[in-house]
């Protein structure tokens, strides 16, 4: 108990402190910190009346930018870090030898990565390139762009596809060190292929849009095989406030109006995985390897979110189905996360900064190989924002909860403390 109560003071003292110290040093008086101008680099931006992402960026102050004479070409390349301590694990355990053999407090670079973004001949014809500089697969995104009409978007490469919010917003654009433990069970992650979107009734309390996706089904860098079995996968969005909610987490514009959005996906593929990650198509736990052919999934999702006057809320629940066609097994996974943030501007020293608590559940119950077996979590959260998503310091405590009916109950708690920076 001394132990949780301590963590969580940790959690929650830790960003004031930081504040604090960066106020004694003399600073010029900037905006608030919590306009944050950047449009994420994974939302398809200008699929609703908003400015694209490549307009917004232009006032961002990341990287270095080059804009050709004639004003055909443009490139913005910037680098992002991830620095990261985490206690007694920084992953979230899901089987009874991980929370038995806990490997103790750890400091690490989670993520180190270029990017790179930018247009060819036109504003409509945008490019966007990410790359890790460290581990096997270093290649992240590389992907164009096409704003075939104010309504009508393209996107042809490999990227996350745009299934589902959590995973689409980017890992430096969350209000927690990680996103939640449904992720794992049902990310449908980066993908190579092609996807159409439309929009409809742009403004209004009708505006929705309509994406259409069709992938290979490998996962990231699966660039061998067929089309033969691809990856089909539709997402319907309604705005129903008439206000676009760009894929990022917490509501640093401090939104006058509100804006939110409900959404519904579906995907279906069959192939050799049960599972995807950043490292590629892979198996969720208790499910071996076998032919090109092996597993059905389909999958199904209802999702909304929404952001006004500094409140965040967003929520996922997802149904996935498994078929063996080796052994006729049929297994289902349901879960999601429910999560809420309330967001405050702060002053000291004339310089602004934005400091923001967060509350998270999720829930995974399993029907698969692994009978029995349910993960529950309980995380929270708080930010100092220095410079918006582009430089902010996140404290989390979590409880993470197995109960499996073949090994019995586990419990631990976590507490991670992360710089995000991008420049």
Aim: glycine share 8%; charged share 25%.
């Amino acid at each position: 108990m001394i132990r949780v109560v301590f963590l969580l003071a940790l959690v929650v003292s830790v960003p004031f402190l930081a504040a604090f110290a960066a106020a004694q040093e003399p600073q010029a008086t900037t905006a608030p910190a919590s306009i944050d101008d950047r449009q994420d680099s994974e939302d398809m931006g200008a699929l609703a009346a908003e400015k694209s992402e490549i307009e917004a960026g232009k006032n961002k102050s990341l990287g270095i930018e080059y804009t050709s004479p004639n004003k055909r070409f443009f490139i913005n390349p910037w680098l992002r870090g991830q620095f990261r301590f985490s206690e007694p694990f920084d992953s979230d355990p899901r089987t009874s030898e991980e929370f038995q053999n806990a490997a103790g407090h750890d400091s690490k670079i989670r993520r180190a990565r270029l990017k790179i973004e930018g247009y060819m001949f036109s504003p409509r014809t945008g490019f966007y390139y990410e790359h890790e500089l460290s581990g096997d697969h270093p290649l992240l995104d590389i992907r164009l762009d096409l704003n075939l009409r104010d309504d009508i978007k393209m996107r042809i490469g490999q990227h996350k596809i745009l299934y589902n919010r959590e995973r689409v917003d980017s890992s430096g654009k969350q209000q927690f060190v990680e996103r939640s433990i449904s992720t794992y069970a049902f990310t449908l992650d980066r993908q190579i292929g092609v996807s159409l979107t439309k929009g409809f009734m742009a403004g209004t309390t009708f505006d929705n849009w309509l994406m259409l996706g069709v992938n290979k089904g490998g996962g990231r860098g699966k660039l061998d095989g067929h089309w033969k079995n691809p990856m089909l996968l539709a997402r319907w969005q309604w705005n129903f406030l008439g206000e676009v909610l760009p894929f990022s987490q917490s509501d640093l514009k401090l939104r006058q109006q509100p804006a939110a959005s409900l959404a519904f996906a579906t995907a279906r593929v069959r192939g050799p995985y049960t599972q995807y990650s950043s490292s590629g198509g892979g198996q969720l736990d208790g499910f071996e390897s076998g032919g090109d052919e092996r597993y059905t999934l389909q999958q199904f999702l209802q999702e909304f979110a929404l952001q006004f006057d500094g409140l965040s809320i967003q929520q996922e629940y997802h149904i996935k189905k498994i078929k063996d066609h080796e052994t006729g097994e049929r297994s289902t996974l349901q879960g999601g996360y429910a999560q809420v943030g309330k967001l405050w501007e702060v002053s000291w020293s004339d310089k602004n900064y934005a400091v923001e608590g967060a509350l998270r559940v999720a829930h995974v119950n399993w029907d698969t190989a692994s009978p029995g077996r349910v993960q529950d979590e309980i995380t929270f959260a708080t930010n100092l924002f220095l410079n918006g998503h582009n430089n902010k310091l996140t404290a989390d405590i979590s409880q993470i909860r197995l109960k499996d009916d073949l090994t019995g109950k586990f419990k631990d708690i976590r507490f991670r403390l992360q710089w995000d920076v991008s420049f």
